[in-house]
């Protein structure tokens, strides 16, 4: 069964609008998908499961990226609020914690949701690590680390550099760094349409909310993992090559009780090639 794509805008307080879509049945279990680097809310996983798992999969654009107000000053932390306001404007004030699937760059505001409370259950697929932590650092080399360096010691040189990047070139960059397989499933006439799709949102507004992201997810992100108390799972493919050095083995020590799942037949794309199993982990037993 086909449903059709609902289109949310949460109007604030202060003025700005959070935009955002929702994807199957509408009255399915909500399930928040917070998407990784540069794309924006039609950027979906599962569709053809929506129906069969009863989940109502909710996606926004990040403060900046697509239809969502640009704003100067964010933060990991304001980013999670942004959210969560989000999510109040599109299923009532009583949706203060639901079940979160994050993926890659996406993964600092999941976690900084799960701080806030605002998660049920929260799994990370293909997490991008945190370059600055010291135990991750020294596993990168020296070129791996360069802009994380430079974000973290001289945020407007990162920014600066961060700002001449487009939408061509993030595609450029992931095709080229992928396994064979992923690349594949990325230039299949299912996916890459979406994906450039979800990547016109995310370099919306001269790419700020793009930049923004980045610049957050490259430098420390100040976030105490160790206070998490929702479950939490963190799940990779063998395959993946872009997002951690250690298929995320350090990240997933400093949170408590969280657990790991390597898939031997995945890459970095397992977040669509195991798209049912996601959804199956992320829903309360």
């Known amino acids: 069964m086909e449903f059709n794509p609902q289109q949310h ?42 129906g069969d798992t009863g989940v109502r999969l909710i996606t926004m ?14 933060t990991i932390e ?8 989000f999510l109040a404007g ?10 979160i699937v994050a993926n890659s760059q996406g993964v600092i505001f999941g976690l900084a949701l799960a701080l806030a409370g605002g998660a049920e259950r929260l799994l990370l697929v293909s997490p991008a690590d945190e370059f600055q932590h010291r135990g991750v650092h020294a596993l ?16 407007g040189e990162a ?11 993030m595609e450029e960059m992931v095709l080229s760094g992928s396994h064979e397989s992923d690349g594949e499933f990325y230039t299949s006439p299912t996916f890459l349409p979406r994906y450039r799709a979800a990547l016109a949102e995310g370099f919306a507004n ?29 799940w990779f493919g063998r395959h993946d090559r872009s997002h951690s050095p250690d298929h995320g083995e350090i990240l997933t020590a400093r949170i408590p009780g969280a657990t790991r799942e390597i898939r031997d037949d995945a890459g970095g794309a397992l977040l669509w090639t195991h798209a049912r199993e996601v959804l199956a982990a992320v829903l309360p037993r």
């Open 78 to 85: 304001s980013t999670a609020s942004d959210y969560r306001a």
């Open 9 to 50: 805008r949460v109007n604030l307080s202060d003025g700005r609008v959070l935009a955002g879509t929702s994807f199957g049945p509408v009255d399915g279990r909500p399930v928040l998908f917070v998407a990784g680097a540069a794309t924006g809310k039609s950027m979906v996983f599962g569709e053809d499961a929506l």
């Open 159 to 169: 920014a600066a550099i961060l700002a001449g990047f487009s939408a061509q070139a």
């Open 140 to 155: 990168l080399p020296a070129e791996a680390t360069a802009l994380s360096d430079l974000a973290e010691t001289s945020p």
């Open 90 to 99: 599109v299923l009532g004030a009583g949706a203060t914690s639901i079940p």
């Open 206 to 234: 001269a790419g700020a909310g793009y930049v923004q992201d980045t610049m957050l997810a490259m430098r420390s992100w100040g976030l105490d993992l160790e206070r998490i108390a929702c479950p939490v799972q963190v």
């Open 61 to 74: 654009d990040r403060p900046g990226i697509g239809d969502s107000s640009p704003t100067d000053a964010r």
